[in-house]
């Protein structure tokens, strides 16, 4: 598994100062003690690699938590070291642009959606092709992906899992209180779709005027068409099935049945939560004694199968960084660590473990039923991702939150539920944003 690693290792400047067999990890079968309770001990003949990392949160633990199992293996195997740069998340671009400029340090930020393909026309980020061998069979299961973010026969956004899973958070009491079907198990039987969705909806609030949902609705209905808006860069908006989302929101809307107060947790009495699943962890410790499950966006009418909403996990390299051997380490620790038998475990753990505070208050955690399903969401099902929220803020930003300062994105995805406009009308304003963006957009080859 690791030998084209070897190999590349042997091509940079890095491998020179670091010896070689140091920066080999151990055979999973050599590990008799998880990797995270271990101590990072660094070999006193290789030299400790360290990367600067911009971010709002740190990749070091905090007090009371474990390190990661990727981040105990960069330390402990790599001899690697992370030092964290705060970075405010709204101005991420600005200050990553100004460390470039001014020689600060930075080597390393994590990917969003909102990253590529701008952030590599805009000079923030380089390729990782020199420091990763794609060929190696670690990476199988995601060229795919790793295509998808190829600028000019490059890859600068190498994905080692999903994360950020859009799904519908809901309390099986409630279903059961209310007489309603377990969603889940509609989605084990291919019975999960928007009909059932919408028909759950309205049983639940002839029993209990009111919302029965909120989040972020709109994205996941749009995506479980499977359609991207920018699918190849090029424009998708007249797409039949696009359309039929955006009238399946009016209908919701129509009806009552959302709510756009934004809430941090599933509510009590709100049927469905449309929020990424960290937003499960949150929901399972402010309400330990809900029954909480999470499933995919139901079916849309004419797709063949269910599609999962979301983003990829990766790191990225920032442009001037003499580092890039060591993020691609880090890199490397981290598909390990989601794919990699010896080290899945310790990684479920890690979830099921969950956070706590400093004062010892659980923060968030996972249930094993959970953990197994979403697991299997991101092996079973397409993800959906699309180029135009990595197309700069007019396709993708909320500028002042009007609808008059939303990119195009933001439009398709709320502004019939959350600013009253209709169908038509977004469609005649968003096309010639989107042609116009296109027409001026470098292609990605």
């Not at 990797?35 to 740190?58: C, H, R």
């Not at 393909?117 to 092709?129: A, F, S």
């Not at 129509?254 to 469905?272: K, R």
């Not at 005649?428 to 292609?443: G, I, R, S, V």
Request: glycine content about 6%.
């Amino acid at each position: 598994m690791l030998t084209g690693f070897m190999s590349l290792l042997c091509m940079t400047a890095c491998a020179k100062e670091i010896p070689q067999d140091s920066l080999i990890p151990e055979s999973p079968e050599s590990q008799t003690e998880p990797i995270a309770e271990a101590e990072a001990e660094p070999d006193s003949a290789g030299t400790v690699e360290e990367i600067y990392w911009l971010s709002d949160y740190d990749l070091n633990p905090i007090q009371g938590q474990q390190r990661s199992t990727a981040l105990a293996l960069f330390e402990d195997q790599y001899h690697g070291k992370i030092t964290w740069i705060w970075c405010d998340p709204e101005l991420k671009s600005e200050t990553l642009t100004s460390r470039i400029q001014s020689g600060e340090p930075v080597d390393m930020v994590s990917y969003d959606m909102t990253d590529f393909p701008v952030g590599v026309l805009e000079n923030q980020y380089q390729p990782l092709d020199a420091y990763l061998d794609l060929t190696d069979p670690i990476w199988n299961d995601m060229q795919g992906a790793i295509e998808n973010y190829a600028y000019q026969g490059e890859h600068y956004v190498i994905p080692y899992a999903t994360e950020n899973n859009l799904l519908l958070i809901y309390d099986r009491n409630l279903c059961q209180e209310n007489s309603l079907a377990d969603p889940y198990a509609l989605y084990q039987s291919g019975e999960w779709t928007w009909d059932t969705f919408q028909k759950m909806m309205q049983e639940f609030v002839a029993k209990n005027p009111g919302y029965c949902i909120s989040g972020n609705i709109g994205r996941g209905i749009l995506q479980s068409t499977g359609v991207k808006i920018l699918g190849g860069y090029e424009n998708h908006l007249n797409d039949p099935a696009v359309a039929a989302a955006e009238n399946f929101l009016q209908e919701i809307s129509d009806a009552e049945l959302y709510t756009p107060e934004f809430y941090s947790n599933a509510q009590e009495n709100i049927l469905f939560y449309a929020m990424e699943d960290w937003a499960l962890d949150r929901s399972n410790a402010m309400n330990p004694d809900a029954d909480y499950m999470a499933v995919p966006f139901p079916k849309a009418p004419d797709a063949e199968q269910y599609y999962l909403s979301g983003t990829h996990e990766a790191k990225m390299l920032v442009k001037n960084s003499t580092k890039g051997n060591a993020v691609a380490a880090y890199i490397y620790c981290e598909r390990l660590a989601h794919t990699d038998p010896a080290y899945q475990e310790s990684t479920k753990q890690n979830a099921l473990t969950g956070q706590t505070s400093a004062a010892g208050q659980v923060l968030s955690y996972r249930t094993e039923e959970q953990y197994n399903a979403i697991r299997s969401y991101q092996t079973d099902l397409e993800l959906i991702t699309d180029p135009g929220y990595g197309m700069g803020s007019i396709l993708y930003g909320n500028g002042e939150y009007t609808y008059e300062t939303k990119g195009v994105m933001n439009r398709l995805e709320e502004s019939i539920l959350k600013d009253q406009k209709t169908w038509e009308k977004i469609l005649a304003d968003c096309q010639p944003l989107l042609d116009t963006a296109l027409e001026n957009y470098d292609k990605v080859s």
